[in-house]
Each structure stands twice: as C-alpha cells, then as structure tokens.
C-alpha cells in the first residue's frame, strides 16, 4: 500500500512540473501568445465580432488569387430567392457564349469598381450590377438615352455632375461614371435604408419607389421590395443581380466558366494637357483603336482636349511605353481644330466653302445624311499649322445643332370639294394622309364641303391646275415670315360662296411628316368671310393681309379687316418674281407678287436605359430601356 501511495506522489509532482507558468504568459507580448493556436482561439472568443476579426486578418495576410475570389468575400446582400431567380438563372446558363462576352468584357473595370467598392465599405454585389445594366459595355446606348456601362439618363447624369458635351460624354467615362454610380447608389440605399429598394429606386427611380411605399403604408401593407407593385422591368431587376451572383458563387453549378482575372490593376491613368489625337495616343501606347476606346469610350470625337485635362486610361506596360514614345515624337500630335458657321448651311455648302471633303466632314462629326448645321453650329475640321489648341470655353460651350433639311415651305389653305375624304384630299395634291392629318390637328374625321385644311407647299412648287376658289397662300420661304401677297389656290369648279376670301397665311418649315410652328392651325388674323380676327404678328403682317384684302374692306377695332361678300371668278395666270435678298440666317427670302392682284411686296418679318445594337437582342433579357 505504502508502494502505491509514493507512486501516486511521484506522478502528481512530475504533472506540477509540466504546467504553463500563467504569471510569465500575462506578462508576455500579444504576438507571442498567437502564436499558439489554442490561445489564438481563446482570444478571438473573447472579442465582440470573431468574424470580422478573422476575415480582415486573412484579407492582410493571404491575398485573394483573382478577382471572383475577391467579390465572393465582399458579398453582403440576403439572398433572394423564388422563381424569378431561378428563371434569371435558366436564362444566363442557357447562354454560355453571352455570358462569356460580358464577362471578358468585364475584365478591364472589375478591379477598379471592386476596390472602389471596398473603400467605401458597400457590398461587392454591386460590382455585378453593370453585367445588368449593359453586359459591361461602356458604349452601351439605350432607346431612353441612357448611356455607359452604369447607364446614366442625361439629366441624372447632369445631377452628378457627368460632363456631356460635344467631344466627351462622361456617362461612359469608367472613372466618372463609376464614382457616380456609387455616389447615387450611397444615396439611394441611406434614403430607403435597404438595398434591394435603393436597387429599384436606381433602375425605376426614387420618386416612383416613395410613392409605392406610401400607397402599401396607405393600404397596411408591407413595404419591402418583393411587396411593393412596380414594372416588370424592375420586378425582375433584382432577381437578375441575384442570378449572375449565384453564377459568380458557383459558376459549375450551371455548367459555366469564369474568365481568369487577375486581382491587380489593369490600368493606371495619364494626363494630357495638349489636344491629341485619338488615333495617336493609340499608336504612341501600342494599342489598336478598338483596344484604346474600350478603355477611353467618353471621347465622341476623334480628338482628347487638353484644354479640359482629360484622363487617358492605359495598362501599366503600355502608359510606360506611351511616354518614352511620346519624348521621341516629332510629329503633330492633333490636326483638329474647330469651326463655327454663322448662317444656316448643309454640310455640302460648309465644306466647298472650307475646302474640306464632305464626307469626311460629315463622318468626323458624325452628321446623318439629310440633315443641316443651324447658325451658331460648331464642328469639327483639319487642323492648320499656326492653329492653337482648342480653348476650354469652346471645349465646355460648342454645340452641333441640326435640323432636317427639308425644303422651306409656303403654307396653303384649300377649301375641300363635295363627297372628299382625307384620302382624296391627300391624293389629290401629292401627300400622304399622316402628313395631312398631322399639319390639320390630327383630323382624319370626315370632311365637310367649304372646310378649310392647311396644306403645306414646297416654294417653287405649283399646285394641280384647277378652277381656283380665293385661297390665300404665302411664298415666303423663310421660318418665321409675316405674310406675302394674296394668291388664289385651286379647289373646286364652282364659284367660291360669298366671304370665302381667306387671308395670307404664315409661311412655315415642313419637317419629316410633322406641321411645322404653327402648321396645324390657322394663326390669328386668318379670317373666312367677313369674320373679325386679331393679328398676333409683326406690323408687317397686319400689312400684308390689308393688302390680301378686298378693296372695299374696312379695318375693324383690332387691325383686321371686314370684307364685304364677294363671288370670285376664276383668276388669269399669275406671273410672280421672287427677290434674291439674303437673310441673316443665309437663307434667300422670296416673295411672290401677284399681277392680277396689283399687291405690294410682302415683307418678311424675322430671319431635343439600355443596350448596344449588336448586342440589343440578347442583352436585353427582357428589360426595357430607360
């Protein structure tokens, strides 16, 4: 027994022996106690968020190998679920080759939008929200104007402070719009205090979001983004970022491959302060054209300003080969400059007159066929040697304003002949009915004998050859004009009823099947019979249609005339001139003078959310622009 009890003795010192001295290890340093795993795990546990703790020391220590790796470990969202979901996802794992483009795409942004992301502490979810918006295509232009891989409206783009002027649109700016982007997404989410709704408030708006809440608080009922009624366009938005998350989490579930994407910056960024040329810059940094504007898509003409210090995006091996090639350039760096037109003109007349070519006018300054430059119109030429750079007021304030150009127009009242539709009418004088309908309100009811429609005549252009009723027109070309001599127009066999006399109306511009100003109503003063009307126009105007008068008419209170009842019999031929003096505007002001009526000279009066086209069919996944 006695054996036994020394045994016990021993082997209780020999474990005294073995224990941690716990008053050195108090006094030891914080590194030196984790570096024992089991003291580690101690000290986390007594920490408020073990979690967080942990995910920052690993993010220091082990960096993530790609960029996926990086979104997963930001992703902070509740997940949705249902089966909007699962019908995004059906979709996307449907369209491997789709899926693949986007996210190649994606490859030049995601590093900059993800590190942005973390910055400002928001959830890496909303790094995919661009494969929603435009597959990640910066040059993506909705049917609503919504432009950039964030797609940007203009006047939301203008509220954050998006430059969008003739050489650079910001809305396609990766820098800009991102940073944009984020700033209304920050304000979005601490407007409404959850993600999902800031989320339906970027694609559907914040007005239309409230206005939701308020009706559901209205009616007791809840108030969170799967309750509130809204368009499918935004019903489905949220479901589509849960979709392409699930896919990023776990693209093998869905038979799919994510491109490798290294987790380091593609690109660093390069100040000019000198114009450039485009095509320059690409070939001074060894890119092709297509490999520079993906990364520089906010420039819309084929010159970067220096004036307004524009960022130029390039990798990291090509911005070190753009500058030591630049040290060694000799040659022009920009051979653009800009030109104001100071009267209406075609690109056709601009460029004789210049002495450019007149496609390469119209191609550089992306003008459509058909179109014309109205006064105060800058565009873009060659360059001469001693031209200076371009100056920031012109680079903030130059715009290209256009119009169609359509002939300029006399305006022509007719009176309509017994049993006449708007299809005969139409027929009858070379228009089409849409035409007719759009330069008379809208009419396409049936018409009634004596009524008056205005018709719309190219100056120069006779009307069909019949028994004339007295129809008042003026051919006067230019926009705006007060009124010429009157003219009978044809109508009808008989002889007009008595007060059919019509006074001179407004000439005005036909443009594309639409009334031009003032073309679908009779202005003021344009009196059938004897009835009394106002003069809204110059006093110009009042003389002309005093001299439209009969002779035996008799002014009344407000400047128009009363006209006694009078049958018109058919008129001889009418010869007429047509004076060549030149307006301000460039345009040659004509007024015809009728003989048979002995009528003055007129006076004239007075000289505008969401994918690219070759993507549109499948990008849209059933989303609406705007």
């Known amino acids: 027994m006695r054996l036994i009890f020394c045994a016990l003795v021993a082997l209780l010192l020999s474990a005294c022996a073995s224990a941690p001295d716990t008053a050195g290890l108090a006094s030891a340093p914080i590194s030196t106690i984790q570096k024992s795993p089991k003291n580690q795990a101690v000290a986390l ?90 597959a990640y295509n910066p040059q993506a232009l909705s049917v609503a104007k919504a432009a950039g891989m964030w797609q940007f409206v203009p006047g939301t783009g203008r509220t954050f402070n998006l430059r969008q002027n003739m050489f650079q649109d910001e809305r396609r700016d990766v820098l800009a719009s991102t940073s944009a982007a984020l700033d209304y997404l920050e304000k979005l989410h601490d407007m409404f205090g959850d993600w999902y709704l800031a989320l339906a408030a970027y694609n559907w708006g914040e007005g239309n979001v409230q206005r939701a809440i308020a009706r559901n608080q209205a009616a007791g009922l809840p108030t969170d983004y799967m309750s509130l009624k809204m368009p499918a366009e935004t019903r489905n938005y949220v479901p589509k970022l849960q979709a392409v998350k699930n896919i990023i989490a776990n693209p093998q579930m869905y038979g799919l491959t994510l491109p490798d994407i290294p987790n380091h910056p593609y690109f660093v960024t390069v100040t000019t302060s000198h114009d450039i040329d485009v095509d320059v810059a690409a070939r001074l940094s060894g890119m092709t054209l297509d490999e520079f504007k993906a990364l520089n898509p906010s420039f819309r003409l084929p010159m970067i300003l220096g004036a307004t210090q524009s960022q130029i995006l390039l990798p990291f091996d090509n911005a070190q080969q753009f500058e030591s090639n630049l040290k060694a350039y000799s040659g022009q760096l920009a051979s653009w400059t800009t030109y104001t ?28 066929r058909g179109m014309r430059l109205k006064p105060g119109s800058t565009v873009v030429v060659p360059r001469e040697d001693d031209d200076e750079d371009i100056s920031a007021d012109v680079a903030e304030n130059a715009v290209l304003a256009m119009e169609p150009d359509v002939p300029d127009t006399r305006k022509v009242l007719i009176r309509v002949r017994r049993h006449e539709s708007m299809a005969s009418f139409a027929s009858r004088y070379g228009v089409s009915v849409r035409q007719l309908s759009a330069w008379n309100k809208g009419r396409r009811s049936v018409l009634a004998p004596g009524q008056t429609l205005v018709l719309h005549v190219p100056v120069g252009k006779k009307l069909p050859a019949q028994p004339p009723v007295a129809v008042a027109s003026n051919d006067s070309g230019q926009e705006g004009g007060s009124g010429g001599a009157a003219k009978t127009a044809d109508s009808d066999s008989h002889p007009a009823p008595r007060g059919s006399m019509i006074k001179a109306a407004a000439p005005t511009k036909e443009a594309s099947g639409k009334g031009g100003k003032g073309g679908s109503k009779l202005a003021k003063g344009e009196a059938v019979g004897g009835s009394k009307g106002g003069d809204s126009k110059t006093a110009d105007s009042k003389a002309n249609a005093a001299a439209a008068a009969p002779a035996d008419a008799k002014p009344d209170a407000k400047g128009a005339s009363k006209g006694k009842s009078m049958a018109v019999k058919p008129a001889p031929k009418l010869a007429s001139r047509s004076s060549g003096k030149q307006n301000s505007d460039g345009a040659v002001k004509s007024a015809t003078r009728s003989k048979a009526a002995q009528a003055p000279k007129a006076q004239n009066g007075g000289a505008s959310r969401k994918r690219s086209a070759a993507e549109a069919s499948d990008e849209k996944h059933g989303k609406n622009s705007g």
Do not use: C
């Open 45 to 134: 546990a007594s920490t408020e968020n073990p979690i967080n703790v942990d995910h920052t020391s690993v993010d220091t220590l082990v960096k993530p190998d790609d960029i996926w790796s990086r979104i997963r470990k930001g992703f902070q969202m509740q997940d949705l679920d249902g089966d909007l979901v699962q019908t995004q996802i059906d979709w996307y794992s449907q369209r491997p080759d789709y899926v693949a483009r986007m996210t190649d795409r994606s490859k030049l942004y995601l590093y900059h939008i993800v590190s942005e992301l973390e910055r400002r502490n928001m959830p890496t979810e909303l790094a995919l929200l661009p494969f929603i918006e435009s």
């Open 341 to 368: 037109v100071n009267e209406r003109t075609t690109p056709n007349a601009l460029a004789q007159k210049i002495g450019i070519d007149v496609d390469m006018l119209m191609t550089t300054n992306q003008i459509p």
